[in-house]
């Protein structure tokens, strides 16, 4: 990144970078707490496909478009459903991780604000997870959709009666658009490029892929962005000012500078 493309560079009363240790502990402590949870409700069957019912019929009362919509357009060529349901499988923890990596090494301030601001959308994640289960429309024969990932593959769950490793009755909210909208909110306050806005691209495709492949509803999604909404609203990033260091180098910072230094020149010379 060049001199435009950095964000104000913070004087040196700015935060120290956490301890990485204490870090690393404390994020796979949330993330194993986050896992953990999710199986608490592992088996609620018949409450998550009653639940599915509403959400399809509370879509429907509110005009919501048909994510049937959606997913014939990715089922147009075979190429790319696969390649939704490989973004859906292997981006969303990744790009997440590389997001606080990057952020605890050059923005030690921001990573501690997005951060906290994860945690706290997930921890209210997985309280709606314990209160309101919910089958992904992928396995409700009501919205008429095919479960993508499971025809044309990649899959990342196996068969819900089966499946150990996640909780399939998680879909509201939809934690995949949630970190994916965080992230592109996190690059944008961090950086000041005029391009930093494209980074909204990544929620955009998710959003896409979730609704697309038949993993989440739409309401799965505002339930997301309203989570995320109030984390942002409670926990907010802390802001410096200081004067960029191109007008540092401006003609007006010099001609005040030489006013500065001639009183004392001018003394000197008696």
Known sequence: MNARTEPVQAGPDAPARPPLVRELLL???LFLVYK?????VAGHTP??????????DWERAL??????TVQSLLLHGDALIHTANTY???VHFPATAALLVWLYLRRPAHYVWARRVLAAVTGAALALHLLFPLAPPR?????????TARVFGPSVYGPPGTDQVSNQFAAMPSL?????LMLAVALIVATRSRLRWLWLLHPLVTLLVIVGTANHYWLDVVAAAAL?????AVVRPRHRSRPPRAAARGPEYRRRAAQRRRPELVGAGR
């Open 63 to 68: 005009r919501l478009p048909d994510e049937g």
């Open 47 to 56: 409450e998550a496909f009653r639940n599915a019912h509403r959400v399809w």
């Open 88 to 90: 859906y499988a292997v």
């Open 27 to 29: 994020v796979a402590g």
């Open 36 to 40: 953990l949870g999710r199986q608490l």
């Open 228 to 232: 995320l909404g109030l984390a942002l």
């Open 176 to 180: 995949h658009f949630g970190w994916a």
């Open 139 to 147: 396995m409700l024969g009501a919205t008429g959709l095919i479960d």
